[in-house]
């Protein structure tokens, strides 16, 4: 009968054990380095000394992990979108596509990639920032850290399709990198929380506290 915030708790269990059954593992599209499994458990026992923190901390446990990994997925993004805008420039530079001089020349695809490169120091920034307020502690890391996951892993699907546009079909090739860029970009949204469980159960929950603080993000370190 307890609320959520005691009734969760984190317990490790060493494998194999008995009634723990890998059920599968997604054969993922993208981000193929990453392990996704499925796990089903039937009566699991597991000693009293395998709970990691506060019996009843789990939640709490699970959303610090979660805001210190926010920021990274912001990261993998910015090296995503790192990848294939320098793809698309070097591809701008060399291509003429039938025309007198290379595609770069044209305004449309000067304005495309300058669009691509701002959105790209953007989720640099931001992802900085939250990484740092993560580390001193800062009162509005949390939020900075679901925002540079959020904003972070759109943008990047955004960007890199944007840029598939510049470059055309041949984007689409395998012997590009730009689809396989794509592939691994679209996770982003999806894993460590997917984006519209992050916008409905934290970040919706922090503009609706009575306390909440628009500026709390601002706050300097402790000290300085």
């Not at 509005?140 to 892993?153: D, I, P, R, T, Y």
């Amino acid at each position: 009968d307890a609320p959520p915030e005691a009734a969760i708790s984190v317990i490790a269990v060493t494998g194999p054990a008995p009634g723990v059954t890998l059920t599968r593992a997604i054969e993922a599209v993208g981000h193929r380095a990453h392990l996704q499994p499925e796990f089903r458990l039937d009566r699991v026992r597991a000693p009293v000394g395998n709970v990691i923190g506060p019996v009843g901390g789990g939640k709490a446990l699970v959303e610090a992990c979660f805001t210190g990994t926010a920021p990274i997925v912001g990261v993998f993004a910015v090296g995503l979108m790192r990848a294939a805008f320098d793809t698309t420039l070097a591809f701008a530079r060399a291509e003429r596509r039938g025309g007198a001089v290379p595609i770069i020349e044209h305004q449309a695809v000067g304005y495309a990639l300058a669009d691509a490169k701002t959105a790209i120091e953007a989720v640099r920034t931001l992802s900085w920032r939250a990484a740092q307020a993560v580390d001193a502690r800062m009162p509005g890391a949390l939020e900075l850290a679901l925002h540079a996951k959020v904003f972070g892993s759109e943008t990047a699907v955004r960007v890199i399709t944007q840029l598939m546009q510049v470059v055309g079909i041949d984007s689409y090739d395998r012997d590009m990198p730009l689809g396989g860029l794509l592939a691994d970009a679209l996770v982003l949204p999806l894993f460590d929380g997917g984006n519209m469980g992050v916008r409905r159960r934290q970040l919706h929950d922090l503009l609706k506290a009575p306390d909440y603080d628009p500026l709390t993000t601002l706050a300097p370190p402790a000290g300085q």
